[in-house]
Each structure stands twice: as C-alpha cells, then as structure tokens.
C-alpha cells in the first residue's frame, strides 16, 4: 500500500510542475456557475464512476457552494451497474461577511465551512470547520494563484454531527487547481485530499487518507479527456486502495457580465 501513495504523491508533484506558470482560465472574483459531468473506468479497480459536480458563487449573503456525487459499481467486476453513491455538498461564507471586521485582512483569507456528506455504506452526516483561501492572502502566495487564474484552500474540520468526533477527531482538506495550455490546447491538473485523524469510521487505522489527482486535456469546446489517479485508504477491503480511471468530462461555465453584477 505504501508504494501505490507514493505513486499517487509522485503523480501530484509531476502534473503540478508541469502546469506551472502557463495558466489561462476564469476570472475567480467574477459571479460565476460552473458544473462538469464526467464518466470514467477504473483500470486497477475494475469499475466505472458517474460523477456529476457543480459549483456557485452568485448566491445570496456571500455564500459559496459546491457539491459532487460519484456513482460507482462494486470493484473488481468491470461494474457498470451504478449502485453505489459517495457525495457531498460544501457550503462556504467568508468571515469578514458577518458583519464583524470587514476590512480585516486576516478575516478576508477564511471562511466558514460546512459539510454534509453521504454515502451507501455509512450514514450521513455533517461536518463544520474554517477554509482558508489561498487567493485570498498576501504576498508571493497570493500573487501566483491569482496570476496563473489557480485555486489553492486548505479546510480544517473541527466537529460532526454523528456524534463520533471523541476528543481527538479533526480533518484536514487540502485543494490544488492549476490551468494551464501546451501550445493551443487548454489543460488543467487538479488534486485534493481528506486527511482524517482518529477516523472514528476507520476500525483498523488511526488516521486516514483519501485523495484524487486528475490532468485534463481539452478536446473541442467544453469536452475533455482526462487521466486520475485515486488513493482511498478508507476503503475496504484495504488492499484495494489504489486506482487509475480514464475518461471523459463536458465542462459548462457561465459569468455574470459586469453590468449584471453592477
């Protein structure tokens, strides 16, 4: 198990260095609805994944929302039968929108954040944290993303409402978005990672690492091909953690002209 999260590390750090510095993509202060539906084969696995995600800024009270579903088939079956769901919907508000400290530099960089997760084999629930936005910071940190149009958050989760957090529970949520072009063609490369410490949901480990790492490629318009690699420490049986899916992705983005939003 430890050489396929070397494998999956490996992989994140190449795609990354590949993509930095050539960015092209949209304006992240503009309101904006975006929203992909992907569908992929798992090669190491053996299954097929239907996953439909979206995300939103043009909400009232300076909310943010995303959310994403995975629909899947059992392992090892060239499974096409979708039966199986793991999904969840984020809800962010940053901290300087509360009426408190508005010009506050530091309260500009976090927000709150809530999740409810759900899935077939463990009952739903939510979880309650901070984010801290990357863009939203100052100095070199700031000046990359915002110049490479790419997102870099950090989300830590402090409580849930199964009851199950004890006295050590917290998550961390690490997300990387580059774009980037190889001549003409648009690409991106993205990866995140839930990072549980004392998973009450994990019976045999302490601490648990599930993550995604994906380099996209534009074919025409909104479709594009992609390759991800997975690493899902959480799963059973455990011996079957690693994954590699290749498939396709329609992508739809609207922007809300500037005279709208005036």
């Excluded at 992989?11 to 539906?37: L, P």
């Excluded at 530099?105 to 936005?133: I, S």
């Excluded at 917290?170 to 648009?186: A, T």
Aim: negative net charge; charged residues 20%; glycine residues 8%.
């Amino acid at each position: 198990m430890s050489k396929y999260l070397a494998w999956f590390l490996a992989f994140i750090v190449f795609e990354h260095f590949v993509g930095i510095g050539i960015g092209c993509a949209e304006d992240q202060t503009k309101q904006f609805w975006w929203s992909n539906i992907s569908y992929q084969y798992d090669t190491e696995r053996e299954f097929v994944t239907l996953t439909p995600e979206f995300e939103t800024n043009d909400l009232p009270f300076d909310l943010v929302l995303y959310g994403f579903v995975d629909f899947t088939g059992d392992h090892g079956h060239d499974e096409t039968n979708l039966k199986n769901h793991c999904g969840s919907l984020d809800l962010f508000k940053p901290l300087n929108t509360f009426g408190i400290a508005e010009d506050n530099l530091v309260l500009q960089m976090f927000d709150v954040a809530m999740e409810y997760n759900t899935e077939t084999f463990a009952d739903d629930r939510c979880y309650f944290g901070f984010r801290w936005r990357g863009t939203r910071t100052f100095g070199g940190i700031s000046e990359f993303l915002n110049r490479n149009h790419a997102t870099f958050d950090i989300t830590a989760f402090l409580a849930r409402t199964d009851g199950r957090q004890g006295h050590n529970w917290w998550m961390m949520s690490p997300y990387l978005k580059i774009p980037f072009s190889i001549g003409r063609v648009n690409c991106f490369s993205s990866t995140w990672c839930d990072i549980d410490f004392d998973n009450p949901l994990n019976e045999c480990r302490h601490n648990s690492i599930s993550g995604q790492s994906m380099l996209g490629v534009n074919l025409r318009e909104q479709l594009y091909a992609f390759c991800e690699v997975k690493y899902e420490d959480f799963q059973e049986p455990f011996d079957d953690a690693f994954g590699m899916g290749f498939g396709l992705m329609w992508q739809w983005y609207f922007e809300k002209p500037e005279s709208v939003i005036r």
